[in-house]
């Protein structure tokens, strides 16, 4: 028995409306689904968003704390010009919180390596920065670079025998740099390294302090008015011709005094004093053996009692780091977009921090993904409704076509 021309024909109609009918399926779903992954594609328009920690509660306490404020650029800005984007920086900075507890303004920068050639010194120094990290052609004697030779605080990147080789080769100034969060995730800091630092008897500056230190020290002027008694001035000169760096306390030492200090007076206000592994920057003095070390602010004067006369011989120089500690430490808090991530490890430590700041970047979408939306959302019910209907009127349509299929001719 065999198919006769009108099952053959059955045959062909069951088969060519099956065919349609999954191509249309086919077409709608994808769609669906273009209309739904479209977003995705859609152009980004990238702005940032403001730290509010800067200026609530963090900010001011890392600030009273001796810490630094700097820039890191503005992440999401649509300024394409790299001059006027860290000019933006510094002004999104300043509008919100000092640089210093010395000073207003912002001088330190944090540089991207890859946008070295965006910029030049000239630019910098016009924007009112002048220490960074990287070294920016042309050169200038009025930028101040500091390299991260101390490397990173975060866990298995630098060792305390890295640290230590540092220390013995009598390095004047070691820096490290430190980011909370590397995108979403958490960076755990070198506890052991962290230890090692801290316990270390050093200077822990910041970047500004340590550069406007080195750019204002100089000897005091030295007034012997009477054998047991000192007037000492700090008259500072003019050290800088843009005149951004701070003033700052400076460092001298007194050799071969041979008598003891009773006090140290700044009017009829006692001078405090320090001890050998005094840590962080300030006005103040101590005797260590036969010398006095003394430190003073710009245009400080002060009146030195000593129990006996003082040798009319005795020599003044300038201590390379505060306190004449033998190295300086400085920490960076790279990209720090949220002041409480970046800081919330570091509330007991001895170190000070240089953060240089960048909004993070937030992505705002304009009116393309609520269009899409709104399409998606009307469109997707009807073609639902529509494919429920014609799935309902192929099943009628083939049942038809099969019982066309069942009708069978015998063909001699």
Known sequence: MVIGPRGQTALFLKGWWVGHY???????????????????????????????????????????????????????????????????????????????????????????SDRLDEIDSGAIIAAGFAVVDQQILPLSSEIRNISYNGGSLEKNMQTVEDFQELIDEEVPLINFYWKARDHDVVVRPNSELVSSIESTTAWFTTWGEHASYQATKSNFMLNNSSSDSWLVTFESDPFSTTGVYWDVPITNQFSNINADVVSVNTGDIALDELVIDSPHLQT?????????????????????????????????????????????????????????????????????????????????????????????????????????????????????????????????
Not at 83 to 96: A, V
Not at 384 to 410: C, G, M, P, S, T
């Open 22 to 112: 999954m191509l249309t399926r086919r077409v709608v779903a994808l769609t669906l689904f273009g209309l739904l992954i479209l977003p995705l594609c859609a152009p980004v328009a990238a702005e940032w968003e403001e730290d509010s920690w800067l200026t609530v509660i963090i900010g001011p306490e890392r600030l009273e704390l001796g810490d630094e404020f700097g820039c890191h650029g503005m992440a999401g800005s649509e300024i394409t010009v790299y001059e006027l984007e860290i000019s933006e920086c510094r002004d999104y900075l300043t509008e919100r919180i000092n640089s210093s507890k010395w000073a207003v303004n912002p001088i330190s920068l944090g540089i991207d």
């Open 284 to 412: 103040g003095w101590r005797q260590e053996n036969n010398s006095l070390i003394l430190t003073l602010m710009p245009g400080q004067q002060v009146t030195i009692n000593f129990d006996s006369s003082t040798n009319p011989d005795a020599t003044q120089q300038t201590c390379e780091r505060f306190n004449c500690h033998p190295v300086a430490i400085t920490v960076a808090g790279i990209h720090t977009n949220d002041l409480f991530d970046w800081s919330r490890r570091w509330d007991d430590t001895p170190m000070r921090f240089t953060w240089l700041v960048e909004p993070r970047e937030v992505a705002q979408y304009g009116w393309i993904l609520p269009t899409l939306a709104v399409i998606v959302a009307l469109f997707a019910p009807v073609a639902i409704i529509w494919l429920v209907k014609n799935d309902r009127r192929a099943q009628q349509v083939v049942a038809v076509l099969d019982n066309l299929d069942n009708l069978k001719f015998e063909e001699e």
